[in-house]
């Protein structure tokens, strides 16, 4: 048999069969690269330049986490707004792409020694000692998911991007036809006559008939309306929610301590003064002085006749004094105890000690309890952790949210609220979660369509929530009875709004007509006030509503304006205008020039930017852009 095996292994047939084979598995090992021949792995093309998509992936991840940290821990990151952030990667590092090629084409280059140079002086990176820190620049790269030649070659395109900008940059100066007239625009006071209607002051209504509150009611739903609720069922899981579960055994407890110990054990603690003087024998008479009862000024003084200097050291412990010899002497004396002349490297030092706290330590006894609490939050987040993984199969696996929140110890509650929380009966409603996690589940809950299966999301750092939509109750006009109060309260305060609307309206028609505001408010026993001289940039203690602040510098002399304001209507005229003289201050349209170059700079630039995008060809892979911010 053996024999026959092998006369048929030599034969060509046998050949072939296992060249078939090998290739066979040799295509099946690189499958994904057979499969991707002939197909565009590129988000986007910048003149034949490929942006792939790993690298758009990473570019959006650290957009995203620049924003998170920007923003702080409560952002929550919609699948909306991460797509547009992967969109705005994308289009950022195709505007990269250009200016390279374009930096490129015009021969611009950024020498090794100009980016090592850059780079260490970059204040982030220095340690103490105000030098390039390696470390710092490796925590760098780590925070933003960069490696060192990626975060080189965005530096690289940015120096680039300098040299290319700034010759655009460049010789814009901000002319004095538009520097000056724009200062005196902006220093341009005005003085106004003011009248102030409030409400309270408008005359009171006649009492309305029923008829007109109910056709109120009706054209005002908005106002009278109960919102809309939603009945539900929340469960959340957390840390919290599964502490209580953990008992955390002796053996537990004892590593507890003493891994925490040093938080257990403060160490003695002396509050020192000390008298620093250039030789032994000064130092021995400032000793002898002190010992006889002088007090700390009376030794500052003597101590800087003596060419020497006097400090408090204030409260420490004896690694806070890095002197060995120091701490040796400060804390072998008593309480007041005033030590001998002690040598070190900076001279003679007199030391004092004036208080001391002796070493706590609180034994495992004594502090047990808080070694319970702390092995459960350490072990609660990690069983958290777990359970989310068994709650999301046990909900794909169709166990409805009660049987789950049962199952895993999640904390249940079945609730009617609207979208700020509060029940049909207006109180807030007791929900498992609060702060920022609360909000992020009540809109969750409000966002969602009834039907949708529950399933796990994110409510801040550590909770974990699911709901179940039962019922949406919309929104609807309360009856009339029930809301009778409110609506006639509703009607005088239009009432009075109205009236005082048309006292102002009548003002302004008198102004038109030719008669000054003063004489108008007069005539309709309105008190008038003349406020100002007034810039345009609001001022503290200024009478005008801010509300009619700009209005007025929009208002000739012969003309009036008014304005709603938080509780009532306000008109005033213009009576005088004061103009600026920019000659008479040369710093302020130094400063106005200023601004007004770097506008000029900026429009330059982008107006730049945008041409050279304009013609370079671009072309996207749509499907791939779907791609860009992982889900």
């Known amino acids: 048999m053996l024999t026959a095996l092998r006369r048929l292994a030599g034969t060509w047939f046998a050949k072939a069969l296992f060249l078939l084979l090998i290739l066979s598995f040799g295509i099946?090992?690189?499958?994904?690269?057979?499969?991707?021949?002939?197909?565009?792995?590129?988000?986007?093309r910048v003149g034949g330049d490929p942006i792939e998509l790993t690298e758009a992936q990473q570019a959006a991840r650290r957009e995203m986490l620049r924003m998170q940290r920007q923003l702080g821990p409560s952002f929550e990151m919609n699948p909306r707004m991460?797509?547009?952030?992967?969109?705005?990667?994308?289009?950022?590092?195709?505007?990269?792409?250009v200016q390279r090629q374009e930096a490129a084409r015009m021969n611009i280059a950024v020498p090794e020694t100009a980016l090592r140079d850059y780079i260490f002086g970059i204040p982030a990176f220095h340690g103490a000692d105000g030098r390039f820190s390696r470390p710092l620049f490796d925590g760098f790269l780590r925070n933003n998911g960069l490696?060192?030649?990626?975060?080189?070659?965005?530096?690289?395109?940015?120096?680039?991007?300098?040299?290319?900008?700034?010759?655009?940059r460049a010789g814009a100066a901000g002319p004095d036809a538009l520097t000056k007239p724009l200062l005196a625009w902006e220093r341009e006071q005005r003085v106004a006559d003011l009248v102030l209607l409030p409400f309270a002051a408008a005359p009171e209504p006649a009492a309305p008939e029923e008829v007109q509150l109910r056709r109120f009611h009706e054209n005002n739903p908005d106002r009278f309306s109960s919102p809309q609720y939603r009945r539900y069922t929340l469960a959340v899981l957390s840390p919290e929610t599964v502490a209580a579960e953990i008992k955390p055994t002796e053996e537990e407890l004892r590593a507890a301590y003493e891994a925490h110990r040093n938080e257990f054990e403060a160490p003695e603690r002396r509050t020192i003064e000390q008298a620093l003087l250039p030789s032994q024998e000064k130092a021995q008479a400032v000793a002898e002085q002190w010992r006889g009862g002088a007090d700390f000024a009376g030794i500052e003084a003597a101590a800087q006749q003596a060419g020497g200097q006097a400090v408090s050291l204030g409260t420490t412990d004896r690694s806070g004094l890095p002197v060995p010899e120091l701490a040796q002497a400060a804390f072998a004396l008593p309480e007041n105890g005033i030590s001998d002349p002690v040598r070190t490297s900076?001279?003679?030092?007199?030391?004092?000690?004036?208080?001391?706290?002796?070493?706590?330590?609180?034994?495992?006894?004594?502090?047990?309890?808080?070694?319970?609490?702390?092995?459960?939050?350490?072990r609660a987040a990690d069983l958290a952790y777990e359970r989310a993984n068994q709650v999301e199969d046990a909900l794909a696996g169709g166990a409805t949210l009660a049987e789950a929140a049962q199952r895993f110890g999640l904390a249940l509650a079945e609730v009617t609220t609207d979208a700020s929380?509060?029940?049909?009966?207006?109180?807030?409603?007791?929900?498992?979660?609060?702060?920022?996690?609360?909000?992020?589940?009540?809109?969750?809950?409000?966002?969602?369509?009834?039907?949708?299966?529950?399933?796990?999301?994110?409510?801040?750092?550590?909770?974990?929530?699911?709901?179940?939509?039962?019922?949406?109750?919309?929104?609807?006009?309360?009856p009339f009875e029930q809301v009778e109060a409110q609506v006639?309260?509703?009607?005088?305060?239009?009432?009075?709004?109205?009236?005082?609307?048309?006292?102002?309206?009548?003002?302004?028609?008198?102004?038109?007509?030719?008669?000054?505001?003063?004489?108008?408010?007069?005539?309709?026993?309105?008190?008038?006030?003349?406020?100002?001289?007034?810039?345009?940039?609001?001022?503290?203690?200024?009478?005008?509503?801010?509300?009619?602040?700009?209005?007025v510098f929009d208002t000739p002399p012969d003309?009036?304006?008014?304005?709603?304001?938080?509780?009532?209507?306000?008109?005033a005229q213009p009576v005088q205008v004061m103009p600026f003289n920019p000659d008479g201050d040369p710093l302020a349209v130094g400063r106005v020039r200023d601004a007004v170059e770097q506008a000029m700079l900026n429009d330059l630039e982008a107006q730049y930017l945008d041409a050279l995008r304009a013609r370079a060809e671009v072309t996207y892979n749509e499907a791939l852009l779907e791609q860009v911010t992982p889900r």
């Open 147 to 168: 490696s060192e030649g990626e975060f080189l070659n965005l530096l690289r395109a940015d120096l680039q991007r300098q040299q290319l900008v700034g010759a655009v």
């Open 346 to 378: 900076f001279g003679w030092h007199v030391l004092k000690v004036t208080d001391i706290q002796p070493e706590q330590v609180r034994g495992f006894d004594a502090v047990r309890d808080e070694l319970a609490a702390m092995v459960r939050r350490e």
């Open 82 to 97: 991460a797509q547009a952030v992967g969109r705005q990667a994308v289009e950022q590092l195709v505007l990269d792409r």
């Open 488 to 551: 006639r309260e509703a009607w005088l305060a239009n009432a009075r709004r109205h009236a005082q609307e048309e006292r102002a309206a009548a003002l302004l028609t008198a102004v038109k007509g030719g008669r000054p505001l003063a004489e108008a408010a007069r005539e309709a026993d309105l008190p008038v006030q003349r406020v100002g001289p007034f810039s345009r940039q609001p001022q503290p203690g200024l009478r005008l509503p801010a509300e009619l602040l700009r209005p």
């Open 421 to 478: 929380g509060q029940t049909q009966a207006g109180t807030p409603a007791d929900l498992p979660l609060s702060g920022a996690a609360e909000d992020i589940a009540l809109r969750a809950v409000f966002a969602a369509q009834q039907g949708d299966a529950p399933r796990l999301a994110e409510a801040g750092q550590t909770a974990l929530f699911a709901f179940e939509l039962k019922e949406i109750i919309p929104a609807a006009l309360r």
């Open 28 to 44: 099946w090992g690189i499958e994904d690269i057979v499969r991707r021949i002939g197909t565009d792995t590129a988000v986007a």
């Open 559 to 571: 003309q009036a304006t008014m304005a709603e304001t938080a509780d009532g209507f306000a008109v």
